[in-house]
């Protein structure tokens, strides 16, 4: 079981930056591929990036490779989404999930509450 609770979301201007955390209970975080997914107003969930248990391998969309970094601090139990250049169409809810394996997509076994990103024209 892995509980996972998301936080560094906000109100930011288009081209800004924002850092969006998850931090994960559980002994076995190390374990785990982690990923993010976000879904905004109206539109289903999508896949955003992930990252596997060892860091070895990392995947992103197309709509936000180049733009943001996705790692992980097993010492923290945390992992990170950093988004720079951001644009309107990054806002949504943002969602860190786990799964024993990389996942490109959004079928993962564990979820957090959501973060909400607003990016401001």
């Known amino acids: 079981q892995v509980q996972l609770v998301e936080s560094g979301g906000g109100l930011v201007q288009a081209g800004g930056s924002l850092r969006l955390s998850c931090a994960a209970s559980g002994r076995t975080f190390s374990r785990y591929a982690m990923g993010w997914i976000r879904q905004a107003p109206g539109k289903e969930r999508e896949f955003v990036a992930t990252i596997s248990w060892n860091g070895s391998r990392k995947y992103y969309a197309d709509s936000v490779k180049g733009r943001f970094t996705i790692s992980r601090d097993d010492a923290k139990n945390t992992v990170y989404l950093q988004m720079n250049s951001l644009k309107p169409e990054d806002t949504a809810v943002y969602y860190c999930?786990?799964?024993?394996?990389?996942?490109?997509?959004?079928?993962?076994?564990?979820w957090g509450q959501g973060t909400q990103v607003t990016v401001s024209s």
């Open positions: 999930a786990a799964a024993p394996n990389v996942r490109v997509g959004i079928s993962y076994d564990y």
